[in-house]
């Protein structure tokens, strides 16, 4: 059996190698390959384009193709598996993705085809839950406004939110989307005497000290509202002006998560009308973000620039995440929690 990593810029090809290197001892020969791309930006502008549009919206170079041809099971974190590449890959028995999204997979064309698809999930939500903490306290303390003063020369200690800089202790942390992320988030968070409510339709059980509300109560009531979802169909712009309305005058909206989320027009009016508080913002509709984007010129929103799940830990720990869930598949056993299902 033959397996093929493709490393990129963020997970190099010698990680998934080192990764991996333990299924040689099951007769698997491993080899790598690098996906030829001229700098992050450019890394980072496809894999917009294929969360928002899917894998067929990049066409994958016939040079790279010609590497993957034997693979059985085909590693890759970002490089799309597309028809194309699939329909090369006459031996491939497996898929495995390097992170909790499978955006930049054909994944009903590989099941038609009979390829199992796994994914990473929670490969990077420690690094997730820990950035979301610092932007909810980014953004009400002004930390990240005031060094920015400071750097050119101006002692501020005033902003928008002057009249209500909240302590978190007693506050109300509302989570939607309770996967990983949102767990850690809240236990995160218990350390800071917040009550911590949370919304998602998908998680059975909650942690024993978030309390489960409808998505609606979770606006009403919470001080900080916090997304964590996945983007589907049924969660795009789930955040709306609807939502936004919902929310306290004196309340902030955290995003570590997917920018399709939330309508991004509706949340400018929201924060420009001051019918929120603040905002902290990790994605975008449009990346990279431009100096003369609307969001830039608030006064009373942190924005970062996609950062939130990029930690070296993260990054580089993925392949021995995965290797480990994949290595049934080698003895025939299909039982791992990170196989795509058919839904």
Not at 131 to 151: Q, W
Not at 170 to 186: F, N, P, S
């Amino acid at each position: 059996m033959k397996l093929i990593g493709i490393g990129d810029l963020l997970i190099p090809s010698r990680y998934i190698e080192e990764g991996f290197s333990r299924y040689r001892a099951k007769g698997v020969d491993v080899e790598v390959v690098d996906w030829p791309l001229k700098d992050y930006e450019e890394l980072q502008s496809i894999n917009l384009q294929v969360e928002t549009q899917g894998s067929e919206v990049y066409a994958v170079p016939d040079a790279l193709i010609a590497k993957l041809r034997d693979a059985e099971i085909l590693i890759t974190q970002f490089c799309p598996i597309t028809k194309k590449v699939i329909d090369a890959c006459t031996k491939l028995r497996f898929i495995g993705v390097l992170r909790g999204g499978y955006e930049n997979v054909n994944v009903p064309y590989a099941m038609q085809k009979g390829i199992t698809v796994y994914h990473t999930p929670g490969r990077n939500a420690t690094a997730v839950a820990d950035f979301t903490v610092g932007m909810i306290l980014g953004e009400c303390r002004n930390i990240a406004r005031a060094h920015a003063n400071l750097k050119e020369g101006r002692w501020v200690r005033d902003y928008a939110n002057a009249a209500s800089v909240p302590d978190l202790e007693d506050k109300t942390v509302g989570i939607i989307g309770l996967g990983q992320v949102g767990q850690k988030v809240a236990k995160r968070l218990r350390g800071f005497d917040v009550r911590l409510i949370g919304y998602d339709p998908y998680v059975d059980v909650l942690p024993n000290d978030v309390t489960r509300v409808s998505f609606d109560d979770l606006l009403v009531q919470a001080d900080f509202v916090t997304i964590h979802g996945r983007l589907t169909e049924e969660t795009k712009g789930l955040m709306n002006a609807r939502a936004f309305s919902l929310m306290k005058p004196t309340a902030y909206f955290i995003n570590t998560a997917r920018a399709g989320l939330v309508d991004e027009a509706a949340l400018y009016a929201a924060l420009k009308e001051k019918r929120i508080q603040g905002a902290a913002l990790d994605v975008f509709e449009h990346e990279p973000l431009t100096g003369d984007d609307p969001l830039v010129g608030l006064d009373n929103v942190t924005i970062t620039p996609h950062l939130a799940g990029g930690t070296v830990d993260a990054f580089l720990h993925s392949p021995v995440l995965l290797s480990r869930e994949m290595e049934g598949s080698l003895s025939g056993d299909l039982t791992s929690r990170c196989i795509v299902r058919q839904k």
